[in-house]
């Protein structure tokens, strides 16, 4: 059974601050790596993705993959009200599928 | 490009009636994926399409789930009968694979469907 875990939150940060957010993952074999932000009664949209390991920015966001660890972030520097939402982490499988397996999601919250 | 459409947006039904859910994934795509997500068991994969042929179903429920793809242009999820746990978001999503990403997937808006 292929798992994916996040702390289900909710994380709160103050505007201006650094959210980090983390995910872990069981199959070793996993070859890609996702960040998705869902709005409350929207659709998961991606914001990031990853599969060396390492870091990668993209603006204000940082996506960190260490596969010795099975271990997974993203980083959000200077936090805004509007980075409010359920960040979800994914994983695909790397049997060559590309099937996503979904973390139930860390929910954000940037206080003003 | 639209986006993956889904229809409807919203459903609300009795419980033993037939359900039927509508997507069209982006053109061009040649995956497609069926999720179903609640608060409790958050986003989970009902099915894998590739080249409209189902690839892993696994995560269909139960025999009272199926899915169709008759071509690269249209999927549906049907649930006959459907009952009360089955309300909850199921959202369509498409991808483009291989490609750089490794299996990026675009979401439709989902349909919120509940049971009574």
């Known amino acids: 059974q292929k798992e994916v875990e996040q702390n289900s939150g909710p994380l709160s940060v103050p505007e201006g601050a650094i959210a980090s957010l983390n995910c872990t993952y069981s199959?070793?074999?996993?070859?890609?790596f996702f960040w998705y932000r869902q709005y409350s009664g929207k659709s998961p949209e991606l914001i990031m993705f990853i599969y060396s390991n390492g870091d990668k920015e993209d603006g204000r966001f940082t996506a960190q993959l260490n596969k010795a660890s099975q271990y997974v972030s993203l980083l959000i520097r200077d936090s805004q009200p509007s980075d409010s939402a359920t960040y979800l982490c994914a994983v695909n499988d790397g049997a060559g599928s590309y099937q996503l397996t979904f973390g139930k999601g860390t929910k954000l919250s940037v206080i003003p | 490009d639209a986006g993956v459409i889904q229809s409807p947006r919203h459903e609300v039904t009795e419980m033993g009636q037939e359900v039927t859910l509508r997507c069209k994934p982006i053109s061009g795509h040649n995956s497609l994926f069926w999720y179903r997500q609640t608060m409790m068991r958050g986003l989970e994969l009902l099915i894998y399409f590739n080249n409209n042929v189902p690839i892993d179903d696994s995560g269909m429920p139960e025999d009272r789930f199926s899915a169709k793809m008759p071509n690269a242009s249209f999927s549906t999820l049907k649930i006959q009968p459907s009952e009360p746990r089955d309300s909850a978001v199921y959202f369509c999503?498409?991808?483009?694979?291989?490609?750089?990403?490794?299996?990026?997937?675009?979401f439709g808006q989902g349909t919120r469907l509940t049971v009574v």
């Open positions: 199959d070793r074999g996993s070859q890609s």
């Open positions: 999503a498409s991808s483009l694979v291989p490609d750089r990403t490794r299996g990026e997937a675009f």
